[in-house]
């Protein structure tokens, strides 16, 4: 894709954000966009840069690796969104700023122990199974809290908020009935994480709806850099 595409495409999804934020009472300055540029190139990824993107989320660890050691030149922040197992956690504490999916103490307490100390706090979210989908990680509503205050006394972390990917759905108000649920848990935790400020949901297809509820980062792919590479499963975008 070519930087004109990819930037024209930014400024609808930018001028999509700050509608949906002035819809709902939202300052549009308070969502952050983070571009999903998994199974798409570095070029792809210089060109959202130089279209105004600074945060980048990757699934695939080691295809990430590759792209953030080709483009260490550029001040980009990395968040990793993907599923998380244990034998990985060490690259993505040494390389990432960012990770979204945390779903169990023990990734927590490894990407903690596992943090370079000179890179800072690794910063989290705890990602909540807000539908109760098999085919996806993430807490439970129920557990949510309980774990949420584990993981937050942990060193060389900082746990920043939740994480939610909720049923697809094409029905508005079905949309926002899953983002409330998630922004209720997110309000009921921050009573006692009072430093949690993020809420990390929201897609191409119901960043409207996830603005509407309090999304403070979404996370869109498909309307940025069109469809994903053929044979690669879809999450998180």
């Known amino acids: 894709m070519n ?18 934020a002035l819809n709902y009472d939202r300052d549009p300055n308070t969502i952050k966009l983070m571009a999903v540029s998994k199974t ?6 210089i060109f959202a ?38 034998n990985k956690t ?12 945390v779903d169990r103490l023990k990734i927590a307490q490894r990407l903690s122990d596992q943090r370079p100390l000179e890179l800072g706090p690794l910063q989290v979210c705890l990602q909540v199974n807000v539908s109760n989908e098999a085919s996806k990680s993430g807490a439970t509503l129920e557990e949510a809290e309980t774990l949420a205050v584990a993981i937050d006394a942990l060193p060389n ?3 920043r908020g939740l ?3 909720p049923e697809p759905s094409d029905e508005f108000k079905a949309q926002r009935t899953a983002f409330l649920k998630v922004r209720n848990l997110f309000e009921q935790i921050q009573h006692r994480i009072p430093h949690m400020d993020t809420l990390s949901m929201g897609m191409s297809q ?3 709806a996830a603005i509407a509820e309090g999304a403070t980062i979404v996370r869109i792919g498909t309307d940025i850099f069109g469809t994903r590479d053929r044979g690669v499963q879809a999450s998180n975008v």
């Open 40 to 45: 798409k190139p570095p070029e792809d990824i």
């Open 163 to 165: 994480m939610a990917i």
């Open 157 to 159: 972390i900082v746990l």
């Open 49 to 86: 840069y130089e279209s105004g993107a600074r945060d980048f989320g990757e699934n695939y660890l080691q295809e990430a690796q590759h792209k953030i050691t080709t483009l260490s030149d550029l001040p980009i922040t990395w968040h990793f969104i993907g599923p998380i197992q244990s």
């Open 3 to 20: 930087k004109a595409t990819i930037e024209k495409k930014i400024n609808k999804v930018l001028n999509r954000i700050s509608e949906a």
């Open 90 to 101: 060490r690259p993505i504490a040494e390389v990432f700023d960012w990770v979204h999916s």
């Open 206 to 208: 119901d960043l409207e």
